[in-house]
């Protein structure tokens, strides 16, 4: 199966669907005859995010056999977990256990990709017995603090010791400090860091750490906000444009949760819509 590339006038399109601009998605369908999989798959996110889950996955299942069009596999694997999500809410599993079930069978047939084939064995294994995509073994759903956590200074000091040319006002010493703490330090210092990181460069895993924090330390307003802000920063709009809605937020438990309401729904699907300038759009 060949992987698609969309031309500048379809990616555009799809820019302007992200944007929330009006009239957008239906000029994108006056590309549906030559583009017929990647339309299906911007329009199964839109609905994703209006809690439409039964168009989104009826948009869904008419794709799954043709996500090999799309270079990247974070795309295939986004979907295949909104369907999951979809098919638990909606209680068709056993319909979606039978069609991941034939996709797999035609992978193997025709060319045995071992990451396709594993993530719908994972997925059927989810919807047969019921469980939402990495509700299990996640580090940060539900998060736990270590039982002795160590201190800023503590683990400064490791830091310190090798490379004694950063500073603890240094942004990118203060990066170093964060991440250590993420690992080993407490919820109070890893989200006091983060907030003295605002404005620096920092990647969508250290957003989860600090949302899982937060929920930790009882503060579900300020998780949602950080949710909000996350979506705003397109991290998650990185390989195709076909990526309207941050769709990776379903493989996140704590993420997912927000998804799933609609008045949280509201305001990351509002955030997502802001058009920052982050993206360079060729």
Known sequence: MDVVKLPKKVRMVCYEIMDGKEGALDTLESFADKYPHQVAAVKAEVAYFNLDYEKALALDLTILPWLEEWHYSNVSDEHMTAMTVAAIQLHREQEVIEALTKEQARIRAENGLPQRDRFCGIMIDCLTRGVMPFAEGNKNAPYCEPEEPQTREQLWEQIKSKNKKLTPDDPKGKAKLFYLCCLYGSAKDVVALF???????????????????????????????????????????????????????????????????????RRIREAAFIDNGTLTRK
Not at 204 to 212: G, S
């Open 195 to 265: 907030e003295e990181l605002r404005g620096t460069p920092l990647g969508q895993a250290a957003y989860e750490d600090v949302i899982a924090r937060y929920l930790y330390l009882g503060d579900r307003e300020k998780a949602l906000e950080i949710t909000e802000e996350l979506a705003t920063s397109r991290l998650w709009a990185a390989a195709a444009p076909t990526q309207v809605r941050p769709m990776n937020f379903f493989e996140n438990p704590n993420l997912r949760e927000f998804l799933l309401e609609p008045e949280s729904l």
